[in-house]
């Protein structure tokens, strides 16, 4: 394998460049050095080589990997049963490969732009490139779910392989990955050194700062990596609806509850439009490990909405017949048809809105029009007539004699439902599954959404949880945090319910996190929302 690995050099003159030979891996001063460096070495270099020396490539896989890589004689599904099996297992060995579970390598993928993987054979070496590789595990994926055996077997691996590659091959979907999600999946990933983990992360999100001290253990390296995203403005940190980040110290004797909520999967819903971003000033004024203290608005007639039966009737065929049509086109409407009933209820909520709501939301976000804008010229059918049908005898107006809609009028409207079409079902998978707030958990599966006034004639959703919706808060509290007001920040769950810790009158306790929608930024209105300056909440 050295051999081959020497056999990809341009001339006897080229260096090689091995990370376990060319760095002291000893921790000190010369480690944390060359870490800060590592960006620009893999980005110097001319290739790439990656040795898999820990798998192999058998004789009649590497004949069928041929052909259907290289020669392009034949395609997948075309294979006999035996030979799917054959190619899938090929596959799956590879990605066992302990390169493939590991932050380092996460962070060589993500700086180098010409790469080779080299498999020893019975008789010689076998190369593949990464875009090969993915090109597999697109083709292989169907075959997959139904050899039982594979998925159960290989799970682990696969997760691995999605977490490391989905930065490089979701570029044509997303935008530069936000620091949380950037940083999150580095930490799903093996490292020697689990601190390592911090240096590796801020060193491929480019961030202008060297990271010292002594090994951390997981959870204090999550909390390290959420102040740095924190501090650089990503408001997903403020997002988090998981269990709270919990850690020990090195005895494992005292346990520290911090305010921080983790995430598991995740990704910024607002990603393809610039991200998550805290307003500036974000008025967070001072944070540790069991509090933060900042701004809120709070909303304290909080009086949210169901969505009429015929609202719902009429989002539920529309809907229906947006997946008709995209399956003889193609369309981005990934999700759809699982989450179907719950962006049902999101288009009844906008609906019971009003039109003109669905017609504002796009002025206050021009990012988002342009992006859904071309969206549309790409779809392959029109959506109109369907959401014309939608939109007809809807609670708040009707389209027929009583309103005139100019074309800027209907392409925002097409614009903000294909919006609600294609995130809606991101904006539902941030809901929290922890406590009961403004929606009564009796019963854990029925989730619902509603709508209600914020004042001025102004109006938000989505309150997505489990349960009816309550008809008061009683001593709860409704406020949105001031660094979460902008509409950058539109998808997240950001409707926070608070109660007062015993004897205190300023500092809470988290009960809920819920998504809260809409593009315009929220202010101080004096009546309806009104700010509260410094108050601390706890986990």
């Excluded at 732009?113 to 090109?135: C, G, M, Q, R, W």
């Excluded at 501090?231 to 911090?258: K, N, P, R």
């Excluded at 009844?348 to 709501?357: D, I, N, R, T, V």
Aim: hydrophobic share 40%; glycine share 6%; with cysteine.
């Amino acid at each position: 394998m050295f051999k081959g690995l020497l056999d990809e050099r341009e001339s006897l003159d080229e260096g090689i460049w091995i990370d376990a030979w060319c760095i002291n891996q000893k921790p000190g001063p010369e480690k944390q050095d060359a870490l800060g460096c590592m960006d620009l070495i893999y980005k110097s270099a001319r290739k790439i080589v990656v040795v898999l020396e820990d798998s192999t490539i058998a004789p009649n896989e590497e004949a069928l990997l041929q052909c259907l890589l290289v020669n392009k004689t034949q395609e997948f599904l075309g294979l006999e049963e035996n030979d799917k099996r054959i190619v899938t297992t090929a596959l799956t060995r590879i990605l066992s490969a302990r390169w493939f579970k590991r932050a380092w390598c996460s962070h060589e993928l993500q700086m180098g732009t010409n790469f080779v993987f080299l498999l020893p054979t019975t008789k010689d070496i076998y190369k593949i490139t990464p875009a090969s590789i993915e090109d597999l595990y697109s083709m292989t994926v169907d075959f997959r779910e139904t050899q039982q055996d594979l998925e159960d077997r290989y799970t682990e691996t696969f997760e691995s392989y999605d977490v490391l590659t989905r930065s490089i091959f979701l570029t044509g979907y997303q935008a530069e990955k936000s620091l949380m999600c950037q940083f999150y999946d580095n930490m799903k990933l093996a490292c020697t050194t689990e601190s390592d983990k911090i240096s590796i992360s801020i060193n491929a999100a480019g961030l202008q700062i060297l990271h010292s001290g002594h090994n951390k253990s997981r959870d204090q390296c999550c909390w390290d990596l959420a102040m740095i995203a924190l501090s650089s403005g990503d408001a997903m940190v403020l997002g988090g609806v998981e269990e709270l980040l919990t850690f020990d110290d090195q005895q494992h004797i005292y346990y520290t509850e911090t305010w921080f909520r983790c995430y598991t999967e995740f990704d910024d819903p607002m990603i393809d439009f610039g991200g998550s971003k805290l307003e500036e000033p974000s008025y967070i004024t001072s944070i540790d490990l069991k509090h933060i203290t900042l701004d809120l608005l709070c909303f304290p007639g909080l009086r949210p909405t169901k969505p009429k039966v015929l609202s719902i009737q009429r989002a539920e065929i529309f809907v229906h017949e947006v997946l008709k049509l995209s399956k003889s086109n193609q369309a981005p409407f990934i999700g759809l048809e699982t989450y179907r009933k719950s962006v049902t209820e999101i288009l009844a909520c906008s609906m019971e809105c009003g039109l003109g709501w669905m017609i504002q939301q796009m002025t206050f976000a021009e990012g988002v029009a342009g992006t859904m804008q071309r969206r549309l010229e790409q779809l392959e059918f029109d959506l109109w007539p369907a959401l014309y049908d939608m939109l007809v005898g809807s609670r708040a107006h009707s389209l027929g004699s009583n309103v005139v809609l100019t074309e800027d009028d209907r392409l925002s409207l097409l614009r903000y439902v294909l919006f609600i079409l294609i995130y809606g079902t991101e904006i539902i998978t941030t809901s929290s599954q922890y406590h009961s707030g403004l929606f009564d958990n009796t019963d854990q599966y029925a989730r619902q959404s509603a709508s209600f006034e914020l004042g001025n004639a102004d109006r938000a959703l989505v309150l997505y949880g489990f349960g009816a919706i309550r008809s008061s808060l009683e001593l709860r509290l409704a406020v949105v945090p001031v660094a979460l007001s902008s509409s950058s920040c539109a998808a997240l769950s950001r409707l926070w319910i608070l109660e007062l810790v015993d004897g205190s009158d300023k500092v809470w306790k988290m009960v809920e996190k819920l998504p809260f929608f809409t593009f315009k930024s929220i202010s101080d209105n004096g009546t309806d929302v009104v700010r509260l300056r410094d108050q601390t909440i706890v986990g």
